[in-house]
T-cell receptor, first 115, second 114 residues
Framework: DAGITQSPRHKVTETGTPVTLRCHQT?????MYWYRQDPGHGLRLIHY???????DKGEVSDGYSVSRSKTEDFLLTLESATSSQTSVYFC??????????????FGQGTRLTVV | AQSVSQHNHHVILSEAASLELGCNYS??????LFWYVQYPGQHLQLLLK??????LVKGIKGFEAEFIKSKFSFNLRKPSVQWSDTAEYFC????????????FGKGTKLSVIP
């Protein structure tokens, strides 16, 4: 398995509180991603990063922000958690070769429950 | 924009039956295509990938997929499934239309009955 660690693995939080999820990689890959997985929706991209301090929005970015101050760390923050953000969050990494992104490798996931 | 459609939401098969899961994508240009598997309670793992070359791609655990450009399809096949193949399967596409990010289908849940 690729060296990707997500923390925490499980979290229960209250509506309106801020939450930060962390993704740490040891592969030195350029690209890092945050996805959420919900039944019937597959995986949807929240935000991604293509380098230190370089980030962009994905399909479902509202209510989320990200930061990448080091190559190995990519943080996802829910500024004010809502029940609709209850989900399983996956971090992924990939590289860029010959103008295309390689396959993505996924972390173990973080199960977030907002009550 | 790029998109992926997986035709089957839930497939139920008996052991030793043959499997084919459908996947269609929307973009007409150069694409990279992937199949991932997610076993219950686990993260996604890569089954196989297509970047270029031979359109018949072989992956791990006896899975294969065929890229048919004229049909915008990348169907996953296995000649004989096992109980241990019970999992959810996701097709994904990467292309210029999606800024080379992965777009996933909604997934197909496979249940294999012993």
């Amino acid at each position: 398995d690729a060296g990707i660690t997500q923390s925490p693995r499980h979290k229960v939080t209250e509506t309106g509180t801020p939450v930060t999820l962390r993704c740490h990689q040891t592969e030195n890959h350029r690209y890092m991603y945050w996805y959420r997985q919900d039944p019937g929706h597959g995986l949807r991209l929240i935000h991604y990063s293509y380098g230190v301090k370089d980030t962009d929005k994905g399909e479902v970015s509202d209510g989320y922000s990200v930061s990448r101050s080091k190559t190995e760390d990519f943080l996802l923050t829910l500024e004010s958690a809502t029940s609709s953000q209850t989900s399983v969050y996956f971090c992924a990494i990939s590289e860029r070769r010959q103008g295309m992104n390689t396959e993505a490798f996924f972390g173990q996931g973080t199960r977030l429950t907002v009550v | 924009a790029q998109s992926v459609s997986q035709h089957n939401h839930h497939v139920i098969l008996s052991e030793a039956a043959s499997l084919e899961l459908g996947c269609n994508y929307s973009y007409g240009g150069t694409v990279n295509l992937f199949w991932y598997v997610q076993y219950p309670g686990q993260h996604l793992q890569l089954l196989l990938k297509y970047f270029s070359g031979d359109p018949l791609v072989k992956g791990i655990k006896g899975f294969e997929a065929e890229f048919i450009k004229s049909k915008f399809s990348f169907n996953l096949r296995k000649p004989s499934v096992q109980w241990s193949d019970t999992a959810e399967y996701f097709c994904a596409v990467s292309s210029e239309a999606g800024s080379y990010q992965l777009t996933f289908g909604k997934g197909t849940k496979l249940s294999v009955i012993p």
